[in-house]
């Protein structure tokens, strides 16, 4: 399917949700962060489920799991997106969305890197400038804040992995979140009716609107991945590849400008080490493409 200029847009969708994502985890408080990943894996399967059963989709969801090999993967690839979206309300709403946003701007690069090892793709020399380049950024940030930035470094692993996984199992966005929500979503109901039970929820006791919210978290889940599913059949993956730094550009202004984050030189520094690293890696794929574009064939 090709339309390119439609598939932009639906790219251009989804990032920008994507980046908003701070703004709306933040009117889910009082609310912890578990909960509130309880509440998006539950509602995300009604949501994804309700979607499936529109358009008679079962059969493709069945014959998913029906592969022993393609049920473990997607298995696995549940446990790390549990992981990234975790990690990332936990870091927006302990005041981190700043480093949430390194994470995503470092994510393209543990990609490359998961390709060279997983699948022994071989870099260019300038590609691993760009690698070497993001390495050093990394150990500037450890010595600014004064420890690894770990919650960027679990959303760029956990997310390159999860990558990784949808890669050797290719299935459709919405059949493989209803899958991976499906398997997340009896732990997730555990463990909310544990924190009711506790007396530790907010879920219905804070107002209406909250809870009209948390519930909205199963669509606020899955309709930027059907936008980037729609955009990724109809427009080459170098422009999705450029798109992609929208959403952690809009994360890193909000961290400034609307939550106030503290910026100082020694950070910017290494801000600034990821995006020299990541403009290296972009104007290098940039020039192999039209490179590729005008070669005669042969």
């Known amino acids: 399917m090709t339309d390119p200029r439609r598939g932009i847009w639906y790219a251009v969708a989804a990032y920008l949700c994507w980046g908003l994502f701070p703004l709306y985890w933040t009117l889910l408080k009082p609310a912890?962060?578990?909960?509130?990943?309880?509440?998006?894996?539950?509602?995300?399967?009604?949501?994804?489920?309700?979607?499936?059963?529109?358009?008679?989709?079962?059969?493709?969801?069945?014959?998913?799991?029906?592969?022993?090999?393609?049920?473990?993967?997607?298995?696995?690839?549940a446990l790390l997106i549990s992981v990234n979206w975790g990690?990332?309300?936990?870091?927006?709403?302990?005041?981190?969305?700043?480093?949430?946003s390194l994470?995503?701007?470092i994510n393209p690069l543990v990609s490359v890197a998961l390709g060279v090892v997983v699948f022994g793709e071989r870099l260019r020399a300038v590609q691993w400038v760009a690698v070497g380049i993001a390495t050093?950024?990394?150990?500037?940030?450890?010595i600014d804040y004064g420890r690894p930035p770990f919650i960027a470094l679990v959303?760029?692993?956990?997310?390159?992995?999860?990558?990784?996984?949808?890669?050797?199992?290719?299935?459709?966005?919405?059949?493989?979140?209803?899958?991976?929500s499906a398997v997340l979503a009896g732990p997730a109901l555990g463990m909310l009716l544990l924190l009711?039970?506790?007396?530790?929820?907010?879920?219905?006791?804070?107002?209406?609107?909250?809870?009209?919210?948390?519930?909205?978290?199963?669509?606020?889940?899955?309709?930027?991945?059907?936008?980037?599913?729609?955009?990724?059949?109809?427009?080459?993956?170098?422009?999705?590849?450029?798109?992609?730094?929208?959403?952690?550009?809009?994360?890193?202004?909000?961290?400034?400008?609307v939550f106030h984050e503290p910026m100082p030189a020694s950070r910017l520094a290494g801000f600034g080490l990821v995006w020299l690293a990541l403009a290296v890696f972009t104007v290098d794929l940039l020039r192999r493409n039209r490179r590729e574009l005008i070669a005669p064939a042969v």
């Open 155 to 180: 959303l760029a692993f956990s997310f390159g992995f999860y990558g990784l996984l949808k890669k050797i199992a290719p299935v459709g966005a919405t059949q493989g979140l209803v899958i991976e």
């Open 32 to 77: 912890g962060s578990l909960e509130i990943l309880g509440h998006r894996i539950v509602w995300s399967l009604v949501f994804t489920a309700v979607i499936i059963a529109v358009r008679r989709q079962w059969t493709a969801v069945r014959s998913a799991v029906r592969t022993r090999r393609t049920a473990l993967t997607l298995v696995a690839a």
């Open 196 to 257: 009711h039970a506790q007396g530790d929820a907010a879920f219905g006791g804070v107002s209406a609107p909250h809870t009209a919210l948390m519930v909205l978290t199963g669509i606020v889940t899955a309709v930027p991945l059907m936008f980037f599913a729609a955009a990724a059949r109809r427009v080459p993956l170098t422009t999705i590849g450029l798109l992609q730094y929208l959403a952690p550009t809009m994360q890193f202004v909000l961290g400034l400008v």
């Open 136 to 142: 050093l950024a990394v150990a500037v940030l450890t």
């Open 103 to 105: 994470g995503y701007f």
């Open 87 to 100: 990690t990332y309300i936990y870091g927006v709403n302990s005041g981190q969305v700043v480093e949430t």
